[in-house]
């Protein structure tokens, strides 16, 4: 298995007065666990910017199932769902670590900008050949 | 018109390093124009919870159009558009303030819960009929 | 008067578990009320930027008095206190805007770094002149 | 040594358009730390929050030596410095968890209020004696 799942920790700032964390920071947490699973399969964030190429969101949501808690340990999945070269989408499930109780679950979109090129959309085969390699073969090994 | 655009600046700490704003911070934006929005009706977020009727998010969404950078003048436009008394639904439009043009858009869904009853679902005209009256009255004004 | 008070109202995302306003975002407030202050005085951000200045914060404090809560109108207060060409240092205070009353004090200073030049320290009059002279006169006007 | 490092890596929704980590998110580290040290001496928040007591930041400061990046591995390291059973206080240092190259360092002061009689202030003695106990035993054991 090649993805480790991503855990962390609720953060008391993360709260908000209801008791409960604020529903905008889901869509942090699904970052959190893109970006070390980007990592893990070789296609990470940090490399792609030393290649002038960037990632942006293009849509996402969000779907509250059970409200979370300071101090809650949680593990997000993330699951890259679809890639042709010029994006890529995510889904996530946000589970308590103890229970595994399903809290929330999500979705992202996101295309590639070339930065060195006037912020223009970019195939990554093209701007950086070996992480999309690395997400094709991240995707057979998993069987997507 | 009963309703009066909500307008905001985008502040420094709300960009991050692809120098446009981090997307999480659109479904704050969607919430400053909601509670400005229900305030206006009549049926605030403030006014609910001293009857301890809270009205957490149940699923939310965006869609990033054209990226928005700090210093830049937002309108967020925010419509109810379904409303049953144990839930309602808003959307959302992000307009750059001088250009008019869209940049974002949204949506997102909530529920009422009674503080004072273990959290459990309400409907509002039982909790707070004034608040129900106001926000029907609010969508017979604008035809909703 | 030079200097218009800076108004906001607390977002509910602003809130933490307590029920007030978490303490880190008072510093965002500050980043708030120095930015509208250095716009009007003619020495913005952003206006600094397009010259490839940046001005990071090298410290910064703050006092909480009072607890501040969600809807609640503030007024945030900023007064350049020293400036030496390197180096800018303010001071604020945020206060209830309909009582007055005072429920944070706090404090920041800033460098210049030049991003055309490795992120070297500057001096304002040699990368930026006219916002150098800008904040000159502005001392001059408020007799600091 | 009962202490454990609290690491951390720098998210991406945590940097600015300057590229950096914005400098509110260190109290954010700040309070990460302080939790999890607090945690492990056997007095957490939420463990004092169970009998009412929450212990609210009264000041804080910070002063940023080195800019910090996403993707970057931190250590903050959290001490407590003085607790007279009213008042707790901290100091931080944001370390890189590579190099061991301090990029900030940081003071926070804390007191302890009671939710359930009003929130006055409250000897932790007398709300929550364990938890005195076990603060009072920490700083004997580090020799504070």
Not at 27 to 32: A, K, V
Request: proline share 3%; with cysteine.
């Amino acid at each position: 298995m090649l993805h480790t799942p991503y855990r962390r920790v609720v953060n008391y700032y993360e709260t908000d007065m209801m008791g409960w964390v604020h529903h905008s920071n889901y869509i942090r947490y699904f970052e959190e666990a893109r970006v070390a699973n980007l990592d893990e399969m070789g296609a990470g964030q940090a490399k792609l910017e030393t290649f002038g190429i960037i990632s942006p969101v293009t849509d996402f949501s969000c779907v509250n199932i059970k409200p979370t808690r300071f101090a809650q340990e949680l593990i997000i999945e993330c699951r890259l769902t679809k890639y042709n070269g010029v994006r890529i989408c995510f889904e996530y499930e946000v589970l308590d670590a103890t229970t595994g109780e399903l809290c929330a679950t999500g979705k992202s979109s996101h295309c590639f900008l070339n930065t060195n090129n006037n912020h223009k959309p970019t195939a990554l085969q093209k701007s950086v050949p070996e992480a999309h390699e690395a997400v094709l073969s991240y995707m057979e090994k998993m069987g997507i």
